[in-house]
C-alpha cells in the first residue's frame, strides 16, 4: 500500500497543481526537500495545505528550462507534503513524500498563479505497492555507486547506504547524482525497478573513468 493510505489510482484527484522544476525528480515513498520563494508557488504551498497536501512534480520538457511557462515532459510523481516550516524571509522549506507517477493528459486553465493539470495514475498503479525487486544486483549496484563515489570525490556513509532497501538505494543515488535533466527523466520513467536499477548502473559507469583519481564535475 502507498502511503497515507492511497491504495489505487481512483483514491487520487484527477487534476493536480503541477510544480515544473529542473533536475528535480521525485519517486514513490522517496523523499524531496524543497525550498519555495517564487510568489506563485507560495500561493501553491499555501492551496495544497488548506487541502490535500497534494503536489505534482514535474520536469520542463528539454530545452524549456528556461521559460517562464515552459512545456512539460510527460511523467511526473504526485507527492504529500510531509514537512513544512517558515522562514524569517517568508519562503517555505517544504518536504514532499512521493505517491504516485503519473501522465500528464492535458493543462486547465485554474485561474491560479500556478498550473494545474489532469493527469492519469492508472500508467503506474504499481507505484502503489513496494516493488520485492528479487531480481535487482545489490552487488553490482553498491559496486558501481562505489566506484562512482570515489572517482567524483563524493562522501558516502555506506554503513549506512548497505544497510537501506534496494529501492531506497536506487532512487535516491538516481535523485541526488548529477546526471543531466533527460537522463534523470529516463530514470523516472522506467517502467520497473529493476529497468531502473540497470539504467542506473549504465549512468554511473560511465561517469566513473578507471583509476583512483578522482575527477572535476566541471
Do not use: H
Not at 525550498?35 to 524549456?64: H, K, T, V
Not at 485561474?111 to 493527469?119: E, H
Not at 552487488?139 to 534496494?166: I, M, R, T
Not at 548529477?178 to 561517469?207: H, M, N, S, Y
Request: aromatic share 8%; glycine share 6%.
Amino acid at each position: 500500500m502507498s502511503a497515507f493510505g492511497y491504495r489505487k489510482p481512483d483514491d487520487l484527484p484527477r487534476t493536480i497543481a503541477v510544480f515544473p522544476l529542473a533536475d528535480a525528480i521525485l519517486f514513490p515513498r522517496g523523499v524531496l526537500g524543497l525550498n519555495i520563494f517564487e510568489p506563485r508557488y507560495l500561493n501553491m504551498i499555501d492551496d495544497a495545505l488548506a487541502a490535500d497536501r497534494l503536489i505534482g512534480m514535474i520536469q520542463p520538457a528539454s530545452g524549456q528550462e528556461d521559460s517562464e511557462t515552459p512545456e512539460l515532459t510527460q511523467v511526473g510523481t504526485v507527492g504529500r507534503i510531509t514537512a513544512f516550516n517558515e522562514t524569517d524571509d517568508g519562503r517555505y522549506l517544504i518536504t514532499l513524500t512521493g505517491i504516485c507517477r503519473f501522465k500528464l493528459e492535458r493543462e486547465i486553465a485554474a485561474g491560479t498563479p500556478y498550473r494545474q493539470a489532469i493527469v492519469a495514475f492508472e500508467p503506474f498503479a504499481s507505484d502503489f505497492s513496494q516493488p520485492l525487486a528479487p531480481n535487482i544486483d545489490r552487488a553490482a549496484l553498491l559496486k558501481s555507486l562505489k566506484a562512482y563515489a570515489l572517482a567524483n570525490g563524493f562522501q558516502v556513509d555506506w554503513e549506512a547506504v548497505e544497510q537501506a532497501p534496494s529501492e531506497t538505494i536506487i532512487n535516491v543515488a538516481a535523485q541526488i547524482c548529477p546526471f543531466d535533466a533527460p537522463a534523470k527523466q529516463a530514470l523516472l520513467e522506467a517502467v520497473t525497478l529493476e529497468a531502473r536499477c540497470q539504467a542506473l548502473i549504465a549512468l554511473v559507469e560511465w561517469g566513473a573513468p578507471s583509476g583512483n583519481e578522482p575527477r572535476s564535475l566541471q
